[in-house]
């Protein structure tokens, strides 16, 4: 499963009122895993920045113009998101340029690119209704650091995305449906037998190191937070605190 976490920073609000697109980022993901792949690229728009697009991005008009124009490097976006899923935040706002930036160097529109394009924030609305669901926010509710994010960068919004997407979509309640599959006689009971065929001597075994043992810390934290109680790793490493809690609370 092939997937591309996407942003742009533009010159202003409104592609139809000649802005346009000045950084572009994108950063796969393949199999759930963040690679070393990712495509970058500052554009020259002929045109300053609004002052409160400029005051978003930092990106001037004297730096931007030092860099190609879109037409001469639309092939590479072309080519990177060729049948993937597109991961954007508030997707409608990107893809309004994109597509007219693909006008302009006479290609099809953006949908017509890529195999599926996914709203990351209508997710995050249905995940979690009423609260706020921006970027930062959502950093902050998976306990993901954006300590660095003074301004808004394509590249460095993409990879902070790309975290918060894996994090959002782990489906931690996956787990507790197979067990009740395997209870009912269900899915999860076919499936077990399966399991009960295979030889688990063969799997490799990977040594963690202390920094994968920080980022799972930081993750179960977020969980927490977001839960407002122990989450169900937690719990089930440790008890005896989450009986605790469940008493004090």
Known sequence: MRQIILDTETTGLEPEQGHRVVELACVEILNRRVTDR??????NPDRD???EALQV???TTEFLSGHPRFPEVAQQLVDFVRDAEVIIHNAAFDVKFLNAELRRANLPPFT???AKITD???VAREMFPGKRNNLDALCERFGISNAHRTLHGALLDSELLGEVWLA???GQDSLLDEAAD?????????AAGALGRFDASRLPVIQIDEQALQAHEAYLDGLDKAAGKPCLWRQIEHPEAAQLDEAAG
Request: charged residues 15%; contains cysteine.
């Open 120 to 122: 990351s924030l209508m």
């Open 168 to 170: 959002m979509t782990r």
């Open 49 to 51: 920045s609004d002052p």
């Open 112 to 114: 017509e690119l890529c």
């Open 38 to 43: 990712h495509l970058h690229l500052y554009l």
């Open 182 to 190: 395997d209870a009912s006689g269900g899915a999860g009971a076919s």
């Open 57 to 59: 991005h930092g990106l």
